[in-house]
Structure formats: structure tokens, C-alpha cells
């Protein structure tokens, strides 16, 4: 259930470092990328396909990079699964604020849902060239 969280600026930031800490992240290996296919054209779902999006013109797969192109985008990946009834509320936001005041970029997420695993999950992306600070952030706001 999506939480309606009415709280201080410093009840949030203790409430997301809390949900953070609790989170379970992965960082994932390799580069990723996003292949497009028409919207009439859906794509293979695969073992190694982490997302698959789409708007009214195209269908988008987050997967590996296999090959360079023109245009390709190079993506590190991480992921968090959150814990049960965690209220994450704001988290998005949050945690996108935070990499953008210390990388000076933005971040894509995709998110999802397990409820066998706790319910609701995320797939960060950033330039895979700021993969490694974009993690130290991430564990910065970690609480030992």
C-alpha cells in the first residue's frame, strides 16, 4: 500500500536513511542499455532483461550492452528491494536529489513490484562512468 507520509524535512531524511539501510541493494555487473523496438514489434523477454517499457510509438528493453551503436547510451545499474511495509514514500525523489547535488547528473528508475520479496523494488541507472561514486552516495546515506 502507497504511504501518505505528513512529517518535518528531518523526520523524511531520518525516514529514508532508515529505508535505505534496510533496503537490500545490488550493484549490477557490466554496461546496460536500452534497445528499442516498434510498438507493434514487442521484444523477446530474456533472462538477462532487467525492464521492458514502452509509450504509444515503441517498446524499450533494458538489457546488457552486446554491441556499440550510434546513440547508445552506457548505463551502470543498481537495485534495490525494499523491505515489507517499508514506508518508502519520497525515496524516488529523495535519493535522485542526493545524486544530482553530488554527481551533477541525473539517474533513470524503473520501478516494480515482488510481494513475495516485500513488495516494491528499483532498478537505478546512471552514466556508467559514474557508476562507482554514484554507489559511494548510495552508501554514504547507509547508517553503520
Known amino acids: ?5 505528513v512529517e518535518t524535512a528531518e523526520q523524511t531524511e ?5 529505508v ?3 533496503a537490500d541493494l545490488v550493484v549490477h555487473d557490466g554496461v546496460w542499455c536500452f534497445e528499442e523496438s516498434p510498438a507493434d514489434q514487442p521484444p523477446a523477454l530474456t533472462g538477462d532483461t532487467l525492464a521492458v517499457v514502452r509509450d504509444q510509438e515503441s517498446w524499450s528493453r533494458l538489457v ?5 551503436g550510434d546513440g547508445v547510451e552506457r548505463f551502470g545499474i543498481f537495485s534495490f528491494h525494499f523491505a515489507g511495509q517499508a514506508d518508502n514514500s519520497g525515496f524516488v525523489g529523495w535519493l535522485a536529489t542526493h ?3 553530488e554527481l551533477g547528473t541525473g539517474v533513470f528508475v524503473i ?6 520479496r516485500g513488495g516494491i523494488y528499483d532498478y537505478w541507472g546512471c552514466p556508467v562512468d559514474l557508476l562507482d561514486r554514484a554507489v559511494a552516495v548510495v552508501r554514504a546515506l547507509r547508517p553503520d
Request: some cysteine.
Open 14 to 18: 531520518e525516514r529514508l536513511r532508515r
Open 20 to 22: 535505505i539501510s534496510e
Open 111 to 116: 520501478c516494480g513490484s515482488n510481494r513475495a
Open 1 to 5: 500500500m502507497v504511504s501518505v507520509s
Open 99 to 101: 545524486l544530482k547535488a
Open 64 to 68: 546488457p550492452l552486446t554491441r556499440e
